[in-house]
C-alpha cells in the first residue's frame, strides 16, 4: 500500500511539474499576474508530494519490505538502522529520487524566500526549474521507478554494499546531491534572465545566495568523499583522480569561477555574459557529473552499449538542457549591456585571473576524465589517463592562482594598486619567509620545493588575515576603534577571509602529507614491536569478532609515546557475511601534527599470528578536511550578510563608499 | 581495484566484487637496496594495474599488480635505467600500461586542449582590453547641426 501511495504522489508531482512549467512562463509572457503566481503554488505542492514519495521509499527501507524490487535489491533485516536510512539513497532508482527530491526543495525555497522578487524573474525562474524537474520525474518513472513491486518477495534483502555501510558515507550523497543541483537555481536564474534580457545587478544579488548555498554543500560532499577514501581504503591517500571523483570536481571548480564572476556582476555591472554562460556550464558540468556516474560509461564503454537505456536518457537530459540554454544564449546574449569597465590590474582583473585559471583547470580534468572514452569509442584505442597526468597538468596550473589568492582583496575595483597590495602584505611575505628558510633548515636540506610549498601555504593562510588586519586597522588605531571596525565589517568580508585562509590550511595538509609521510609495510607477530614517527607501535595479536551482519579478525596494538604515555589501538579486516566482501576498517590516532594511522593486511601464510601490517605516519593530514570546513563556514557566515537578509534590490551606495570594497 | 570499489559506492546495483580494498605492496617483495627500492615504487605509480580501473600497480592488490611489481624490481636489479624498465613494460602490454601518456598524435588533444584554450582566452582577453580602450580614447563625435541648434534653443529658453 505504501509503495503504491509513494508511486502515486510521484506522478502526481510529474504532472505538477508540467503545469509548473508551463503557467507561469506563459503568465510571465503574457504578463498575467494570475498565471504567475501558478509557480509558487505550484513549487510547494511538487515539494510535498516529492517529500511524501520519499518518506514512503524511506518507510519500505525501515521496515524492509522486500516485495519491492529496490528494497530487496539493496537492503537487508539484519542491517543497522543507520544504514537502513541510507540505504535509501545507496542505490540508483532511490538516489535519483533524492535528485528530483533536492531540486523539488531548491524550487519551493524560491517560491517561500523570494517574495521581494520582481514577478515576472521569480515565475520563469520556478517555469525553468520546474522543466529540469520534468525531465528528471520522467526519467524516474520510465527508467528507475523505486516503487516497483516483486512476486513473490524474497525471504530477506541482498544488503547494502558494505563500503556504503560507513557513517562518513552514509551522508556524502545528500550534500553531493544538494551541491549538483543547487546549481540548477544557478542555471534557472540565467535562463530566466536570458529570456527577460535583462542581467543587472539586482540579478546577481538573487543569484549568488543559491550559488554559495550549492557550492557549500558540494565543498562538504567532495570533503566528506576525500575522507571516507582515505580512513577506508586502507593505504591513506585521499585523492585519487579517478573519474568519479573528477566528476563531483568540475562542477565545484567552475562553480567557484561562478561565485566569483557574479560579484563582479553584483558590484560593477561587468561580466555579465560570461557569468550567464558560466551559470550555464556549472549546470551542464553537474549534469555530466550524474551522467558519467549513473550511466556506466566509466565501468567500460561497452557495458555502456549493452544497457544504454538510462546513459541515454541522461544524455538526452544533458543535450536538450545545456544545448537549448547555449542556443538561447547566443540569441540573447549580444542583446544584454556590457557593464563598467577597469583597469587590468584591478578587483575585476584579479577575479578574470581566477576564472581564467579555475576554467582551464577545470577544462583540463574535463579533457582528462573524457579523452580515453572519447578515444576509445572512436578509435577502439585504450590509453589511461591516471593521477600522474593530472599532477603533471592540474597542479602547475593551480600554483599561480593560489599565489595570486591573497593579493586579489586588497587590490581597489575599476584600478587597482599592485605595489601598494604588495606593500600592505609585507608582514606576511616575512613571516612566509621566515617559514621557507625554517622549513629549509629543519628538513636538512633535500628539494627546495617542500620549504616553497609551505611558504605558499603560510601565504594562503596569513594573507587573508592581513586583509581583514587592514580593514580594521588592526594596530594602527585605538583597539576600541578597531572593535568597532570589525564589528562594523560586512560578514561578507569575513566569509571571505575564512574561506580563503581554509584553502590555505587544505594546502598545509596536501604538502605536508605529500613530502613527509612515514610508511612501513612489514609482517608482525604477536609480541612484536616497531617504531614510527618517534612512538612504538606494539602487535598485541588479533582475535575473531561478530557483528550484527559481519565477522572480523580485528588486530590490537599497543602505542607506547617517548614520554611513556601508553594507548590501545585496533585496526580490523572485516568481512560482510551477506556478499563475503573484505573491507578494511583502519586504526587512526589524531595527533595536533598527523595521524598514525594502521590497517592490517592478510594473515601469513606460515608464521602463526602473524599479519601483513601497514603502518603511516601522515603529517597534517586532517587539515586537508579541516580547510574545506573553513571554507564551508566561509561561505555560511558569507551567506549572513546583511544585504542577502534584507534582500531588497536596491544599491546600497551609501554604505559601499564608506565601506570601499566589500567582497564574497 | 580501489575504483571499482569506489564506483560500485555511487551505483551500487548489488554487485558482488570480488575487489579487496587496496594493500599493494606486500613485505615479501621489498628489495633490500633503499635506493632501487625507492626507484621502484616512483616507477610503480606511474605504471597502470591492467586489470583495474585507473590505478597504478604500487596501489593495486591484483595478482597482476603483483607480477609487474617483481617485474619492474628485477629489470632494476638487472641494471635497467627508470626509463629503459618503463620502456620494456611498454613494449609488453602497450601505451594502456601508461598511466600519464606520451605525447604523441593521438594525445595532443588530451596535452594540449586547455592549454591551447587558455592562451586563446588570454588573447581574446587582451584584445578585448585594446578594443575597449580604443573606444575610450576615441574623442566624442562633434555635435551635429540639429543637436547645436536644439541646445541653443534649450539654452535661450532658460
Redesign the interface.
Known amino acids: 500500500m505504501i509503495a503504491e501511495i509513494g508511486q502515486f504522489v510521484l506522478i502526481l508531482a510529474l504532472v505538477i511539474a508540467v503545469i509548473q512549467t508551463a503557467v507561469p512562463l506563459v503568465g510571465a509572457h503574457r504578463s498575467d499576474t494570475a498565471l504567475m503566481r501558478v509557480g509558487s503554488t505550484a513549487a510547494i505542492a511538487q515539494f510535498i508530494l516529492l517529500l511524501i514519495s520519499f518518506s514512503a521509499l524511506t518507510y519500505l527501507f525501515v521496515t524492509s519490505d522486500f516485495s519491492v524490487s529496490t528494497v530487496a535489491?539493496?537492503s537487508h533485516s539484519a542491517k543497522p538502522m543507520l544504514y537502513k536510512v541510507s540505504g535509501v539513497w545507496?542505490?540508483?532508482e532511490g538516489s535519483m529520487l533524492l535528485w528530483a527530491l533536492i531540486l523539488a526543495f531548491f524550487g519551493a525555497t524560491v517560491a517561500i524566500f523570494s517574495r521581494n522578487l520582481p514577478a515576472g524573474l521569480r515565475a520563469r525562474v520556478l517555469g525553468v526549474q520546474a522543466s529540469i524537474g520534468v525531465a528528471f520525474l520522467l526519467f524516474i518513472t520510465l527508467t528507475s521507478n523505486p516503487f516497483t513491486r516483486l512476486s513473490p518477495a524474497p525471504a530477506d534483502g541482498?544488503g547494502?554494499?558494505p563500503?556504503?555501510q560507513d557513517p562518513g558515507?552514509a551522508f556524502h550523497p545528500p550534500f553531493l546531491y544538494a551541491g549538483y543541483v543547487g546549481f540548477s537555481m544557478a542555471f534557472s536564474f540565467a535562463v530566466a534572465a536570458l529570456i527577460e534580457g535583462r542581467v543587472d545587478e539586482a540579478w546577481a544579488r538573487w543569484v549568488r545566495p543559491w550559488t554559495l548555498t550549492a557550492w557549500m554543500m558540494l565543498t562538504i560532499g567532495i570533503s566528506l568523499g576525500s575522507w571516507w577514501?582515505y580512513y577506508?581504503?586502507?593505504?591513506g591517500?585521499w585523492w585519487?583522480?579517478?573519474?568519479?571523483?573528477n566528476a563531483s570536481l568540475m562542477p565545484w571548480l567552475s562553480g567557484t569561477a561562478l561565485l566569483h564572476s557574479a560579484i563582479v556582476v553584483e558590484k560593477r555591472g561587468a561580466l555579465r555574459t560570461w557569468t550567464v554562460l558560466l551559470a550555464i556550464l556549472t549546470f551542464g558540468l553537474s549534469l555530466v557529473g550524474t551522467f558519467l556516474?549513473?550511466s556506466?560509461v566509466?565501468?567500460s564503454v561497452h557495458a555502456f552499449a549493452v544497457d544504454p537505456e538510462r546513459g541515454v536518457f541522461i544524455l538526452l537530459i544533458l543535450c536538450f538542457f545545456i544545448g537549448g540554454a547555449l542556443l538561447l544564449y547566443a540569441w540573447r546574449a549580444p542583446t544584454l549591456k556590457a557593464g563598467g569597465?577597469f583597469a587590468?590590474v584591478s578587483r575585476e582583473g584579479g577575479i578574470?585571473f581566477n576564472n581564467?585559471i579555475l576554467?582551464?583547470?577545470c577544462?583540463?580534468v574535463f579533457?582528462?576524465t573524457l579523452?580515453p572514452l572519447a578515444?576509445e569509442a572512436v578509435?577502439g584505442?585504450?590509453?589511461?589517463?591516471?593521477?600522474?597526468?593530472f599532477n603533471?597538468?592540474f597542479v602547475p596550473?593551480f600554483i599561480p592562482l593560489l599565489i595570486a589568492l591573497p593579493i586579489g582583496p586588497f587590490l581597489a575595483w575599476k584600478r587597482g594598486d599592485l605595489l601598494g597590495a604588495m606593500q600592505r602584505l609585507i608582514v606576511p611575505l616575512g613571516i612566509v619567509i621566515v617559514a621557507i628558510i625554517a622549513t629549509y633548515v629543519l628538513q636538512n636540506g633535500g628539494s627546495i620545493l617542500v620549504p616553497l610549498a609551505i611558504g605558499l601555504a603560510f601565504w594562503l593562510i596569513i594573507g587573508p588575515m592581513a586583509e581583514t588586519a587592514f580593514r580594521i586597522k588592526f594596530l594602527r588605531v585605538p583597539f576600541s576603534e578597531t572593535l568597532r571596525r570589525a564589528a562594523n565589517l560586512p560578514r561578507s568580508s569575513w566569509g571571505m577571509m575564512v574561506a580563503h585562509l581554509g584553502v590555505g590550511v587544505t594546502v598545509l595538509g596536501i604538502v605536508a602529507i605529500s613530502a613527509w609521510r612515514v610508511e612501513q609495510?612489514?609482517?608482525m607477530s604477536p609480541g612484536s614491536s616497531t617504531e614510527i614517527a618517534g612512538v612504538t607501535l606494539t602487535f598485541n595479536g588479533a582475535k575473531q569478532r561478530r557483528g550484527p551482519n559481519y565477522s572480523e579478525d580485528a588486530g590490537s596494538f599497543t602505542v607506547t609515546e617517548k614520554s611513556g604515555r601508553a594507548y590501545p589501538m585496533e585496526a580490523t579486516k572485516r568481512v560482510y557475511t551477506r556478499?563475503s566482501?573484505?573491507?578494511?576498517e583502519t586504526g587512526i590516532h589524531y595527533y595536533f601534527d598527523g595521524d598514525l594511522y594502521i590497517?592490517l593486511?592478510?594473515r601469513h601464510e606460515e608464521k602463526a599470528g602473524a599479519y601483513?601490517v601497514?603502518i603511516y605516519f601522515n603529517p597534517l593530514a586532517p587539515w586537508i578536511w579541516f580547510g574545506t570546513l573553513f571554507m564551508f563556514f566561509g561561505g555560511a557566515i558569507s551567506l549572513t550578510d546583511r544585504r542577502y537578509r534584507i534582500g531588497a534590490p536596491k544599491k546600497a551606495k551609501v554604505k559601499s563608499k564608506t565601506m570601499g570594497v566589500q567582497a564574497a | 581495484m580501489?575504483?571499482?570499489?569506489?564506483?560500485?559506492?555511487?551505483?551500487?546495483?548489488?554487485?558482488?566484487?570480488s575487489a579487496?580494498?587496496?594493500?599493494?605492496?606486500?613485505?615479501d617483495e621489498?628489495l633490500q637496496d633503499p635506493v632501487l627500492e625507492q626507484r621502484a615504487r616512483v616507477i610503480s605509480?606511474?605504471l597502470?594495474c591492467l586489470v583495474c580501473?585507473?590505478?597504478?600497480i604500487d596501489?593495486s592488490n591484483a595478482d597482476l599488480a603483483r607480477d609487474l611489481r617483481i617485474l619492474v624490481r628485477e629489470r632494476l636489479k638487472k641494471g635497467d635505467t627508470n626509463s629503459e624498465v618503463v620502456q620494456y613494460l611498454v613494449d609488453r602490454y602497450?601505451?594502456?600500461?601508461?598511466?600519464?601518456?606520451r605525447i604523441t598524435p593521438?594525445?595532443w588533444?588530451?596535452?594540449f586542449?586547455?592549454?591551447v584554450?587558455?592562451l586563446l582566452?588570454?588573447f581574446w582577453?587582451f584584445r578585448a582590453?585594446r578594443r575597449?580602450k580604443a573606444q575610450?580614447q576615441k574623442p566624442p563625435s562633434a555635435l551635429s547641426e540639429a543637436e547645436q541648434k536644439r541646445i541653443s534653443e534649450l539654452m535661450q529658453g532658460e
Open positions: 535489491r539493496n545507496g542505490n540508483h541482498q547494502l554494499n563500503l556504503l558515507l577514501a577506508e581504503l586502507g593505504w591517500g585519487f583522480w579517478d573519474p568519479v571523483e556516474v549513473r556506466g566509466l565501468t569597465i587590468p578574470i581564467l576554467v582551464t583547470a577544462a583540463t579533457v582528462g579523452y578515444l578509435t584505442e585504450k590509453i589511461s589517463v591516471g593521477a600522474p597526468f603533471a597538468t596550473l609495510i612489514i609482517v556478499q566482501m573484505p573491507t578494511t590497517a593486511g592478510d601483513t601497514r | 580501489k575504483t571499482i570499489l569506489k564506483l560500485a559506492v555511487f551505483f551500487v546495483l548489488g554487485w558482488q566484487l579487496l580494498p587496496a594493500r599493494a605492496v606486500e613485505p621489498v605509480k606511474d597502470r580501473q585507473n590505478q597504478s596501489d602497450g601505451e594502456f600500461v601508461l598511466l600519464n601518456p593521438h594525445t588533444i588530451l596535452w586542449a586547455a592549454p584554450t587558455l582566452a588570454i582577453l582590453s575597449r575610450m
